[in-house]
């Protein structure tokens, strides 16, 4: 079991920054990959970032690339998303992801980001 907690979500004008912080328990965190994907009002929920299990390896969508930055801390049992220069079509719910391997697929419980042009 791997229970998943985002934070850091919150209201910001367009050109800002935020962080979300996901914190997870339960199994070893740094046995698994984790993922950042989000849901836009009336669309389908998208990818974002992941990064795998020893943070030597991420991975992007081409929409955030060069402003997303993912990045983990096994010690904290926590993996960041860092956002700069948002913009109005980054509004979304943001959910922490995994899905280690021989195991079901754990979800967090999202945490809403809000873009103003």
């Known amino acids: 079991q791997v229970q998943l907690v985002e934070s850091g979500g919150g209201l910001v004008q367009a050109g800002g920054s935020l962080r979300l912080s996901c914190a997870a328990s339960g199994r070893p965190f740094g046995s698994y990959d984790m993922d950042w994907f989000r849901q836009a009002p009336g669309k389908e929920r998208e990818f974002v970032a992941s990064?795998?299990?020893?943070?030597?390896?991420?991975y992007y969508a081409t929409s955030v690339k060069g402003r997303f930055t993912i990045s983990r801390d096994n010690a904290k049992n926590t993996v960041y998303l860092q956002m700069s220069s948002l913009r109005p079509e980054d509004t979304a719910v943001y959910y922490c992801?995994?899905?280690?391997?021989?195991?079901?697929?754990?979800w967090g419980q999202g945490t809403q980001v809000t873009v103003s042009s």
């Open positions: 990064i795998s299990w020893r943070g030597t390896m991420t």
């Open positions: 992801h995994t899905a280690p391997s021989g195991s079901p697929e754990y």
